[in-house]
């Protein structure tokens, strides 16, 4: 089992910790997993980006090549991923933010208005941490339980408690998309 996740977005908006707290948790269900991140010229507002590479075997390289799933944050971050070489790869871009009726998008290309529902549930900053659900929804191996552990580690109070909700819809979001495709 091996799965190559890419969190994508412009700086400022989380991506780097959600793919951190995403290797955590793989780590404390027993598995392995790599952690990589890449920031534009400019910390906040650039492109930036972190790979998951999670396994039940040995990693060799930390960069995913094969992706299995993409999920998309900001329209400058989109850019980089028009042309993804996996046939089997899921790209889940923010429709609330990302206008992809401009691009030529194939069943690849799934838009989630992320941004907004994170709204709706109390926070638009926590857009990551529902990401982070749709990104746990494709790995079976991972526990909810251990994403509720690794939340607990770098949240207290009433934000820990908004950022379980909101990864409990992200899940439930992820697994709505997996099914229609």
Avoid at 37 to 50: D, L, P
Avoid at 52 to 60: A, G, P, R
Wanted: with cysteine; glycine share 10%; proline share 2%.
């Amino acid at each position: 089992m091996k799965y190559e996740i890419i969190f994508s977005g412009i700086g400022g908006q989380g991506v780097i910790l959600a793919g951190s707290l995403l290797g955590e948790a793989a780590v404390s269900c027993g598995l392995r997993a790599a952690q990589t991140q890449a920031y534009g010229v400019s910390a906040r507002g650039g492109f930036t980006k972190t790979d998951v590479i999670i396994s039940d075997d040995e990693i060799l390289y930390p960069y995913a090549l094969t992706p299995d799933l993409i999920i998309v944050l900001a329209e400058p971050a989109l850019l980089h991923y028009l042309n993804v070489s996996n046939d089997n790869c899921k790209v889940i871009y923010d429709s609330s933010i990302i206008d992809a009726s401009k691009y030529d998008l194939d069943k690849r290309y799934f838009g989630l208005p992320i941004v907004e529902i994170a709204k709706e549930l109390g926070s638009a900053r926590s857009a990551n941490i529902l990401s982070l659900g749709i990104a746990a929804s494709f790995i079976v191996d991972i526990s909810l339980e251990q994403l509720d552990n690794v939340l607990e580690k770098r949240f207290r109070g009433k934000i820990l408690g908004k950022n379980i909700e909101i990864l409990r819809k992200g899940i439930e979001l992820g697994k709505s998309v997996a099914l229609t495709r």
